[in-house]
């Protein structure tokens, strides 16, 4: 089955630093990759997804970049908020089924 | 449009007892899903529903867990019974197709004591 890596754990940056997060995958075939942000306490929601056939994908101060040859995808904050801080998870999906990672708690500091 | 319902919210029981935890996916979701997510951790599917019929389970401790989706709409995930182990956040979820975009519920919070 795939197997994904979610880098770094937590993160801590100061207000209006960008930040990033990186997830790694395995199986090739896995072919749409979704971040989920997670507020304490609240349910998992979608901020933005991207499937195999693109590289980039951009939505106001959030992106997301994808290396199909080395297997990696990346969530990127820039001018990060206060409201930003909480867990973000990435997923892999294949064969019918989503794979997450174990999430990046991320701490933005005014 | 309306979300994944879960209920209850929160639960406290004692170990060996047992608990249920009931969802209502998002209208004309064919796929469902429960995951288990423990603290400070990634969500671990437990269980995934096509219509009425499961298409993995492959991680369900089946010998305390059971689920089922009755008439394909409605589910119910059932603990017993319960150990320490399973305190966690049960998060329902569905999407419109197994390829689609996931949705989750509120989760509903348990804690065996």
């Known amino acids: 089955g795939e197997n994904v890596e979610q880098h770094p754990s937590t993160l801590s940056v100061q207000e209006g630093d960008s930040a990033v997060i990186k997830c790694t995958y395995s199986?090739?075939?896995?072919?749409?990759f979704p971040w989920y942000k997670q507020e304490l306490g609240k349910r998992p929601q979608l901020i933005i997804d991207?499937?195999?056939?693109?590289g980039e994908k951009k939505d106001q101060r959030i992106a997301v970049t994808l290396n199909k040859t080395a297997k990696h995808f990346s969530l990127h904050i820039t001018e990060t908020q206060p409201e930003d801080s909480a867990v973000y998870f990435c997923?892999?999906?294949?064969?019918?089924?989503?794979?997450f990672g174990s999430g990046t708690k991320l701490n933005v500091k005014p | 449009e309306a979300g994944v319902a879960q209920s209850p919210r929160y639960k406290i029981i004692e170990k060996r007892q047992s608990v249920a935890f009931w969802c209502n996916p998002i209208?004309?979701?064919?796929?469902l899903y429960w995951y288990q997510q423990i603290l400070g951790q990634g969500p671990k599917l437990l269980i995934q529903?096509?219509?009425?019929?499961?298409?993995?389970d492959s991680q369900l401790p089946k010998d305390r867990f059971s689920a089922e989706r009755l008439k394909g709409v409605d589910s119910t995930l059932k603990i017993q019974p319960a150990k320490l182990e399973d305190s966690a956040v049960y998060l329902c979820?569905?999407?419109?197709?197994?390829?689609?975009?996931?949705?989750f519920g509120e989760g509903s919070w348990l804690t065996v004591v």
């Open positions: 979820a569905s999407s419109l197709t197994a390829a689609d975009t996931i949705y």
């Open positions: 199986d090739s075939a896995s072919n749409y």
């Open positions: 991207i499937r195999s056939n693109v």
């Open positions: 997923a892999a999906y294949n064969f019918n089924k989503f794979y």
């Open positions: 209208s004309g979701h064919a796929t």
């Open positions: 529903f096509q219509n009425n019929g499961v298409v993995d």
